[in-house]
């Protein structure tokens, strides 16, 4: 259908008198032409969209257009256009809307299609424009790109509420004209069915697979082929023809492409859907997904690589020390000094004797052993040798100056002079507390003196 748009000024100037003064033709579609105009009284520029008054347009249909245009004009939702007036005047039915700078959907998906972030952020701000407006009871019934308004920071604002309402004839009398409305008629709308608002979100869903693939999931050679596609094809799967479309937004989209009503989502629930899609991860590509599980895998990996390590380091040293303890010389638990020169009990000394630990005419000066008493676990020094007796039975005796080595230690939070006794190639004895570093260098130092002044002599047990 073409319009005859120098007739359609004529009679426009004449319907607009004097308050608003035509400008140029900004576009123009199958039903309807939209100009540029002046408001003189307020000092700024506006849209006017006028439909094609060939239309056949009853008096009924004049009042709901009309009572539809006032009640989304309520609505004042941010993005919807502001409607300022809708008129029926000369025969003319037509809207006054604010003028927007920008350009349309149709634009921008001729510059190929769009980033799925740029997609899912637009269909979003359509449906909360959609939501607002199924709230308030109208349903858009012609939602498509040239609908669809972008601003300059590319923000969507949808227009031609209660145009639609007079454009969007049932199937049967748009047959011929193969472009505009069809390709996003939902199957119901199609048949010339009563729609609802879940019509809106079929169309939308249509506009959100072309703007993801830059192509009409339902082309055709004609008006019939295509509207036979929609009522009847399979849904078009976005990732078919771009495999690298994030899973949520396919998956959205062939819910909103769903043949009966009931399986679409309503423009409210679609609302909360697509701004699950918005957010970040909802939005990476199959191949980033891929990536981010295998990056995952190869952190637990790590971890567990690290884990075990530590495990097996836990492990060793454990094993270090239950082997060095085997040998006598794993860590007990810190036997004190109990007595030394004349004061170590003369009970001590003999079942250290009748245990083989000290010999018959050794000189026991110190002794440390357990609370209990007991000599399964000491460390006696006698005039000649420190002897170690270890938990599993194991007698040692370091003869020698070299073999004997004192280590001051902080240990629990207090200094604490701790002897070690060491055997040449055998790993550190038990560790003994309860001698701060000067009396453990001191004790040390006079057996050491006492070694030195004697000549070494047999050491071992009668």
Known sequence: MTIDIAALRSKLEAALGVQLQLGALLGQGGFAAVFRAHDPFLERDVAIKVLDPSLAVDAALEEQFLHEARTIAAAEHPHIVPLYSAESTGGLLYLVMRLLPGQSLVARIAEGKLPAAEAARIALECARALAAAHAVGVVHRDIKPA????????????????????????????????????HYMSPEQSLGEPVDGRSDVY???????????????????????????????????????????????????????????????????????????????????????????????????????????????VGVRIAVQLMTFMVGGGEGADPALLASGDAVPDSIVRRAREAGIVGANERVRFVFIQANHTLADALLMTDSAIIRRTPRGTIRRSLQESDVNLQPIKRGGSAGGLLIVKRKGAAPDTLYQDLSGREGYLLMNEFVMQQRAQKPRDSTSK
């Open 147 to 182: 609908n669809i308004l972008l601003d300059a920071n590319g923000n969507a604002t949808v227009t031609d509420f209660g145009i639609a309402l007079v454009t969007s004839r049932p199937a049967r009398e748009l047959t011929g004209s193969t472009t505009g409305t069809p």
């Open 203 to 313: 169309a939308l869903g249509v506009v959100l697979y072309e703007m993801l693939t830059g192509t009409l999931p339902f082309p055709g050679r004609n008006v019939t082929e295509v509207m036979a596609k929609h009522i009847s094809a399979p849904i078009p799967r976005v990732s078919d023809r771009e495999p690298e479309t994030p899973v949520a937004l396919v998956r959205l989209v062939d819910r909103m492409l769903a043949k009966d009503p009931a399986g679409r989502p309503t423009a409210a629930e679609l609302v909360k859907e697509l701004t699950a899609a918005n957010a970040p991860d909802a939005l990476l590509t199959p191949s980033q997904v891929r990536r981010r599980r295998w990056k995952r895998r190869g952190i637990y990996l790590a971890i567990a690589a690290v884990s075990a390590g530590a495990v097996i380091v």
